[in-house]
């Protein structure tokens, strides 16, 4: 696997295949036009709030982020 800290050179030393496209670690899919979330992932959230404070909301925003991604580039 590519090792962002280490340079070209040492990680193509290291047998990895170097022309692999660099993936992201972190991602905010929020705004994603093939990202939907489910119904019952919004109905989770609603629940959540609506139990946590004892009211239920009328509207809000979220955004959905995906931290420390660890891609597995064996195929």
């Known amino acids: ?6 340079s070209l050179t040492e990680n193509a030393m290291n ?4 022309t692999e496209p660099n ?7 929020t705004a994603q036009e093939d990202f939907s979330p489910s119904d ?8 959540y ?3 946590k404070y004892g009211y239920c909301p ?3 925003s979220y955004s ?3 931290y420390s991604i660890d ?3 064996n195929e």
């Not at 047998?15 to 170097?18: N, R, Y």
């Not at 019952?40 to 629940?47: A, H, L």
């Open 40 to 47: 019952e992932f919004v109905n989770e959230i609603n629940e």
């Open 23 to 29: 993936l992201p670690i972190d991602l905010d899919i």
């Open 15 to 18: 047998g990895v295949d170097i």
């Open 64 to 66: 959905v982020k995906i």
């Open 1 to 6: 696997m590519y090792d962002n800290n280490k």
């Open 71 to 73: 891609w597995d580039l």
């Open 58 to 60: 009328n509207s809000y």
């Open 49 to 51: 709030l609506a139990d």
